[in-house]
């Protein structure tokens, strides 16, 4: 019996292990280069609600079936998805932020070779344009996670019907046609506008005997000067002691404003007054400005200058362009290409945005990990050695504008190229909100340090309580990237930050006045079910609930940011307060914190959204005041409402006529649609705040603001911030115009008008053609053509006067060699038109069917 029950064991062993044996047999893994994958909208505005049902289709295009199960196929999203309304036996499940799975179920029966699957969901919200639509799909076989693919093969197909009211050629046609040439004697001389000039007759000829005559603190910017003249004409200018004829004369004028000058151009001298260096400066951009266009083209042996006078100051002390470089990373050269920019129209600050969820881009001694964990991008589902693959960057690290940092050197040397261009560089310290990749950053390290068993050193930098169980989302679905406010690490590396900061900045004798800590976007939920937290509250006799924990945070940072001598800076939020009206919760200026010297930049002028009034309230509170209104400033936005044209739009759609309409002061005049393009009236606004006197006192400036979820590179860049920058250099440097100052609303429109049609001949004539030959040319947007069908023949009429349009009839894409539009075509059949840049760079064509 015994040895009966030795051989049934040893049999019974052997089936086992063979049964095993089979079992873990690897299966080939799946070659995803073998799928097609599309994805399509098929129902819009789906039951009559903001949400659409849409559908992937793979295609397995190879000899090997797509296996039931071990794969996920990764992607990133901006809509939130119904996990109950998913077809074909798959889940898509949300990892965090703009990251989704989607995965086999248990019962999915694979895919064989040749065939297709369709992929049904319904997300929410209603689809408007491409940057809806899922990006970033990448592959991961889950027995080699380690190494997933980029789908290459991956298409979106435009929606056939249109539900959201899509901005028509007609409509464009429309909108341009009180767009008309205008002579370039009719135009200012100089942009942008001057408070005064007045032309004569007459040319300063500026040759290769014409002398340079400066004050000696002056060199540098003489240096720049001469630099650039060198570059036109080949040869570079003698400088002189002692001014004569055909002579450029720099002077001190003591009774001038810092960046005032005067500007006198004579047939035989030109003389520029300044009480600084600055004013000298920004008179050399304006002596420049008045160069022809050709001469940035090519090398010329003279350039001649029209005489005239002009006396001339900004309107606004604080002239800025906020970049995003922490969502997807620029390199410095093209960081420098944007600087050139600004300093070439006279902006004088960059908010550099280099610290966000997504990204850490600015290396800092001492702590690594914020540029070898936070400074990368691939696939990830714990961010311990790199953060997940965010707005498309993809499973491998390095590859894309995901990945990448300024190391400590050149962020010096740019901080240097900023100051010799008189731009002063805001560094954005984002927290405690938008720091997931500071939270990660700082895991890292107290991982590292415990594994050495060095507590006090893991624990040093630490920016989370690990026993924190509060539930929350932010508006980018992120569910973990609040600092802990009641960890006395946090403020120990945010001083360790902020030292390194002003080191970089004194070795680059760069001015440093203010650091901007963020403050944005902290969502309800958090801290509340944090012992760190829970324990500072009843402690600490000055916070009475959660929510003061946001003013003990800011407290603390304005506390030692004064003894470093800087002021804080941030969003709006940092200057608002939680409170109780008729038994809601609501938001207030914080009158604890009004007499501060807090500087705030207000985005939240939403209109619709019920605070329009925010960025007024706060001044007239006492707070200095960023004009950064979402309505009219954010770059980022896409410029129309059309599928093809790339970018956001929640805050609205904003082409370059927004920011140049907007009136500072009083921009519910210029209000005329929400953001989702519905006309509102002028009744809308009864009851709203306005600006007090002392109101605007405290408005400092405005800023144009350029958040990188969809711009990936350099041409993006340039696409999304040019031409729209030009409307901010308008509003933030010239007087405030006419039409702004006028109470007969009817005659307002008409000056308006007449204004905007010499802006769109003024950068259309001369600063975009410039722009597009400076420093190799940056891509600026080229509009589409506006266009209409009447009585059988095809009009066209265009947004920037000295453009050209080109077409053809057979449907083929227009070149800068097809037929040019002088007169409405009359030729039947699908017209295609091109608007061409006159350097013969062309945009975006349109079809119309005659």
Known sequence: MKQ???????????????????????VPLFNSEQLEISWKVTDNAFEGKRQYVSVFTLKNTGKQALPKSGWSLYFNYIRDIDPNAISSNVSIEHVNGDIFRLSPKANFAGLEAGKTLDISFISSEIF????????????????KPEEGKTIQKYKVIAPTEDKVGYLTSAQLYEKNALIHPLNASDLPPIFPTPQFYQKSNGNFEVNATTSMVAPSEWQHEINYFLEDLQKILGKKLPETSQASTNAIVFRKQADLAEEA???????????ISASSKKGAFYAIQSLKNLFPVAVWKNSVEKIQIPCLKVEDAPRFGFRSLMLDVARNFQKPAELKRVLDLMSTYKLNVLHLHFIDDEGWRLEINGLPELTTVG??????????????????????????????????AEFIDILK??????????????????????????????????????????????????????????????????????????????????????????????????????????????????????ALVKADPTVDNIDDLWYYYFGKINTFLKKKELFLSGWEEIAMRKTQLMGQKTMIPNPRLANEGFQVNVWNNMIGWGNEDLPYRLANAGYKVV???????????????????????????VDVDKPFYFIPFDYFKNSTEDRRGNPIEQSYFIGKDRLTDFGKSNIIG???????????????????????????????????????????????????????NVFVNTISQRELPKIEALSGGYQFRIPTAG???????????????????????????????????????????????KVFTPNGRGGRSIEIKN
């Not at 979402?630 to 805050?651: A, H, I």
């Not at 603001?705 to 933030?732: C, D, F, I, Q, T």
């Not at 266009?787 to 265009?798: D, L, P, S, T």
């Open 375 to 408: 400074a990368n991008r691939g696939h990830s589902l714990d961010s311990k050695n790199f953060l997940p693959a965010s707005f498309g960057a993809g499973p491998n690290v390095g590859q894309s504008s995901g990945s990448g940092f300024y190391s400590r």
């Open 417 to 534: 190229y900023a100051t010799e261009r008189h731009i002063q560089i805001i560094p954005e310290v984002e927290s405690p909100g938008h720091a997931r990749a500071s939270i990660k950053a700082m895991d890292a390290r107290y991982e590292k340090y415990k594994a050495q068993g060095n507590m006090q050193e893991a624990e040093k930098y630490w920016l989370r309580d690990p026993d924190d169980k509060s539930q929350y989302r932010t508006a980018q679905l992120w569910t973990d990237n609040v600092i802990c406010v009641a960890r006395p690490s946090v403020y120990t590396f945010l001083e360790k930050v902020t030292d390194e900061i002003i080191a970089m900045y004194k070795d680059a004798g760069a001015p440093l006045t203010t650091i901007h800590f963020g403050g944005d976007e902290v969502p309800a939920g958090v801290w509340e079910q944090s012992p760190l937290c829970q």
């Open 128 to 143: 408007v344009n491409i940057a809806d639509a899922p990006f970033g799909l990448y592959w991961v076989n889950e027995q």
């Open 787 to 833: 266009a209409k069908v009447e009585n059988g023949k095809v009009y066209a009429n265009i947004q920037m006067p000295s453009f050209e349009i080109r077409y053809t009839v057979d449907g083929t894409e227009p070149t800068a060699q097809s037929k040019l539009y002088t007169e409405p075509i009359s030729e039947k059949g699908t017209i295609k038109l």
């Open 702 to 756: 405005i800023q144009g603001l350029l958040w990188s979820e969809n711009v990936k590179s350099p041409e993006r860049l340039e696409y999304m911030l040019l031409p729209k920058m030009l409307g901010l250099v308008e509003r933030a440097w010239a007087p405030d115009p006419q039409w702004a100052q006028t109470a007969d609303t009817q005659l307002s429109k008409k000056q308006y008008q007449e204004a905007w």
């Open 627 to 653: 004009l950064s209104c979402v309505s009219n400033m954010y770059f980022d936005l896409s410029y129309q409402k059309t599928y093809e044209e790339p970018g956001y739009y929640w805050g609205g759609f």
């Open 261 to 271: 000058y005067h500007l006198i151009v004579a047939p035989t001298q030109i003389t």
């Open 4 to 26: 009966i029950s030795m051989t049934w064991l040893l049999f019974s062993l052997l089936f086992t292990m063979c049964i095993e044996g089979k079992a873990q047999k690897k």
